[in-house]
């Protein structure tokens, strides 16, 4: 089982500055199948992110992701009121695993 | 527009087993898989497994092999997620998803949770 390791566990941050999502796995993800998610309280989770940099339909272009191997990366580029949540990155190449998510919170 | 829509709560007593569904619609049922995914309160997620509904081929999770079926109704567009011999620990909301190409890519969309509580 691959383990995604998400740091920080908490990141607290101003409305319009940049977010940096760390998701760390245990062993190589096959071609960079990495997805993050964003949950907010009482909804389920939504996808942001596939293919490790690919936005899903809708997404606004402030969210970005990169990295492959066993490093990932999630960026807002500026945090609007609506992005302070929970992200989970999730690795789908073998049985699918998430990492343990981290809170956006507001400073 | 593409719907997934879950049955509602359930308060089960340790060592019942509890079924819950997640209808689908606005696509053809057996062309793309089904995911159950478990939420317990205020933790991340854990995949618990999936069907292919065109041949109701199932993966499990280790965590939950032996205690989970997943089966699907093609007649109704309905999967459905059977947990046995529940314990406190499977309070969780648990969530049905939709993965579009092939059996283990990105989950989207996600069905609204339905919480099981597990309590005697």
Known sequence: EIVL?????????????????????????????????????????????YGADSRATGI???????????????????LEPEDFAVYYCQQYGSSPTFG???KVEIK | EVQLVQSGAEVKKPGATVKISC????????????????????KGLEW???????????????????????????STDTAYMELSSLRSEDTAVY?????WFGKLNWFDPWGQGTLVTVSS
């Open chain 2, 95 to 99: 969530y049905c998803a939709i993965v």
């Open chain 1, 100 to 102: 343990q998510g981290t």
């Open chain 2, 23 to 42: 209808k689908v619609s606005g696509y053809t049922f057996t062309d793309y898989c089904i995911h159950w995914v478990q939420q317990a309160p205020g």
């Open chain 1, 60 to 78: 606004p272009d402030r969210f970005s992701g990169s990295g492959s191997g066993t490093d990932f990366t999630l960026t807002i580029s500026r």
């Open chain 2, 48 to 74: 618990v497994g999936l069907i292919d509904p065109e041949d109701d081929e199932t993966i499990y999770a280790e965590k939950f092999q032996g205690r989970v079926t997943i089966t699907a109704d093609t």
């Open chain 1, 5 to 49: 390791t998400q740091s920080p566990g908490t990141l607290s941050l101003s409305p319009g500055e940049r977010a940096t999502l760390s998701c760390r796995a245990s062993q190589s993800v096959s071609s960079r199948h990495l997805a993050w998610y964003q949950q907010k309280p009482g909804q389920a989770p939504r996808v942001l992110i």
